[in-house]
């Protein structure tokens, strides 16, 4: 028989946190090859989309889904930290909006 842990918010938080930092730095470093890294985006841009949805639940992570595929999938925006730009969103821009 295996026992539930409950997973709190502020777990997620964190995880999203250092997940999205991860994330965001794999994409980079396809950047950084030249050519071999724009085609390695077409193997990490379904993936990277996937776990955005993964990671955000609801339409923060069906849009961030997308467009973390098609910042990965264009040429030469590898730059831009998608995961980490959804984490401040949803963390500190819409906690605002809702207090």
Partial sequence: MTEQVPVSAENNKTRNLIL???FDAIGL???????????SDVIWAPLAGFLMTWMY?????RVGGVVTFLE?????????P??????????WIKNKNAS
């Avoid at 396809?30 to 085609?39: A, D, K, Q, R």
């Fill in 20 to 22: 999205g930092i991860l």
């Fill in 29 to 39: 470093v396809s950047f950084t090859v030249p050519l071999v890294g724009e085609f």
């Fill in 57 to 61: 639940k609801g339409t923060i992570g």
């Fill in 72 to 80: 990965e999938i264009l040429p030469f925006s590898d730059f831009i």
């Fill in 82 to 91: 998608t995961f980490t730009l959804t984490w401040i969103y949803n963390y």
